[in-house]
């Protein structure tokens, strides 16, 4: 007799403490390209600059920041032209604070996807995360073009800049998760975000150098990872400071602690988020 052997399938709830895992993420890898690939395709299609949208958000901050605070003001930034010099940070920030705006509101805009199919619910906040990359890399393209114009050599440090990209990535996620997952009980997180990437904005170098901040606030200062991560792409492009190891090693340890914290609220509350849609 031939005696044919039962496969058993038991599906049990998560421990809560399962923050993420590496094996979830590629389990539903095609998902996550799929949701990137919509994302961006929502947001160029129909458009009437297209990716040029990318470009005039940095561009035209560059544009009134030149005026108000390169000619105006005359902020000093160490001999470089203040249009390359604030435009060098903006790029980075203008990813970082897109990625927080548009992350918070992931969930809600997915709603309907939430309630019917099953699927880690992280992959929502890090395929617009990553999404929002494409606009980094399309807007970089124009710091290219001015370096070239004022003729300006990137250091040895610019292939650290994967680096900082990933420090900012990772930061983006953590942030993004976790206020996503406060917008779904709390809808007026979403107005609150406007403020804080408006504060997060001057209290990090994009309008100013990190050198104007005293020495003995410079490890506070550091506690904004976004700090390091634009006086990195600075120093890396444009090589008139040093490399701010101090605060990219400071900025490096926050995020590292936002993560923890963010994915695990995200992950503490996951299982609540269809029923308070």
């Known amino acids: 007799m031939i005696h044919s052997e ?16 590496v094996r979830d993420l590629w389990q539903y890898r095609d998902m996550l390209l799929y949701l990137v690939l919509r994302d961006i395709k929502a947001r160029y299609t129909q458009s009437v600059l297209g990716i040029g949208w990318a470009v005039l958000q940095p561009l035209f901050l560059m544009i009134v920041f030149t005026v108000i605070f390169g000619k105006l003001v005359k902020i000093n930034t160490n001999g470089m032209d203040y249009a390359v010099f604030s435009y060098t940070a903006l790029v980075p920030w203008a990813y970082f604070s897109n990625s927080l705006m548009l992350t918070t509101g992931s969930l809600i805009q997915n709603s309907n996807l939430l309630s019917k199919v099953f699927f880690p619910r992280i992959v929502l906040p890090m395929s617009t995360v990553l999404s929002t990359l494409v606009d980094f890399f399309i807007a970089f393209i124009l710091v290219i073009v001015l ?32 206020f996503t997952a406060l917008a779904i009980q709390y809808r007026d997180v979403r107005h609150g975000i406007s403020f804080l990437v408006q504060g997060m904005m001057y209290a990090s170098p994009v309008v100013y150098p990190v050198s ?5 606030y410079r490890l506070i200062y550091g506690l904004n990872p976004m700090a390091g991560v634009i006086e990195g792409f600075r120093s890396a492009l444009l090589g008139a400071t040093p490399m701010p190891w101090d605060l990219i090693i400071v900025g490096t340890i926050v995020t590292l602690v936002l993560a923890v914290i963010g994915l695990t609220y995200f992950k503490f509350t996951e299982r609540i988020f269809a029923d308070v849609m």
């Open 6 to 21: 039962k496969q058993v399938t038991v599906i049990k709830p998560r421990n809560a403490w399962d923050i993420l895992t």
């Open 212 to 216: 104007i901040i005293p020495d003995k």
């Open 147 to 178: 370096m070239i114009w004022y003729q300006v050599s990137p250091t040895l440090w610019v292939l650290f800049l994967p680096a900082l990209l990933l420090l900012m990535v990772v930061l983006s996620v953590s942030l993004g998760s976790l």
